[in-house]
């Protein structure tokens, strides 16, 4: 693997300029296939080589769902790492992630034996997990270093506000830059040329946590060595 900074760089001055990666865009296939996409989005910045498809997005969804939860990041991490990439993860609290998604007990119960077990084979793989939400000069140091961070953010679709997942593609002093999976609200076509999204950081701070709780959760991902 590739050495990472534990760190982010004492001040802006650090980190802004051009990002090592270049993201391409990938919509998302299906209304709940927005972390594949987004991981994909990482995973082909990172690896310009590899083959974008339908079936890899269904199978990474496969991997990552929570059910009840959508994908969430330790799934999203697990995913990548088995292909060679390599994964740190930011959660803002240790108990069951995207809780709030739940409809009932059950739902939730089903989540949590599903986060247990992937925070058991986390801790196989040897990715990092840490509880904290990570300051965006943080992320703009992996992403100087050539790493591709996958942010979760809230959305409104069909009558309610779930997690959603993005690719950030730049950070600087003021604005972050996001490839969106869910271009313009729709399901977008692979390989689409939509410009990534500028947000303050202000608004990006609010979009990126969820529910009662302010849940964040993201992940930077590398290509190992």
């Not at 050495?3 to 001040?11: I, M, S």
């Not at 001055?13 to 391409?24: A, E, F, N, R």
């Not at 969804?61 to 740190?88: D, K, M, Q, S, V």
Request: include cysteine; glycine fraction near 8%; charge should be neutral.
């Amino acid at each position: 693997m590739t050495n990472r900074p534990e760190k982010p760089a004492a001040n802006w001055k650090d980190t802004t300029g051009i990002p090592s990666v270049s993201v391409p865009y990938v919509g998302q296939a299906r209304r709940f296939t927005c972390g594949p996409a987004s991981l994909i989005m990482a995973m082909r910045a990172l690896d310009p080589m590899l083959e974008v498809s339908e079936a890899l997005e269904f199978e990474l969804w496969r991997e990552a769902t929570t059910i009840h939860g959508g994908c969430g990041p330790l799934g999203l991490a697990l995913a990548a790492h088995r292909r060679a990439f390599g994964a740190r993860v930011w959660m803002s609290h240790d108990g069951v992630f995207a809780g709030d998604r739940a409809k009932d007990a059950a739902e939730r119960e089903t989540m949590a034996i599903l986060q247990k077990r992937d925070r058991q084979e986390a801790s196989e793989r040897g990715i990092a997990v840490t509880i904290d939400t990570p300051p965006l000069e943080e992320l703009a140091t992996y992403l100087r270093d050539g790493a591709v961070p996958i942010v979760m953010v809230n959305i409104d679709f069909e009558g309610r506000n779930i997690t959603h997942w993005t690719a950030v593609t730049d950070i600087d002093t003021a604005k972050v830059w996001v490839n969106d999976p869910l271009a313009d609200g729709k399901v977008s076509q692979a390989h689409s040329t939509d410009r990534p999204l500028a947000i303050d950081h202000q608004r990006f701070e609010s979009w990126r946590r969820f529910g009662q709780r302010a849940e964040t959760g993201c992940l930077a991902l590398w290509k190992a060595k």
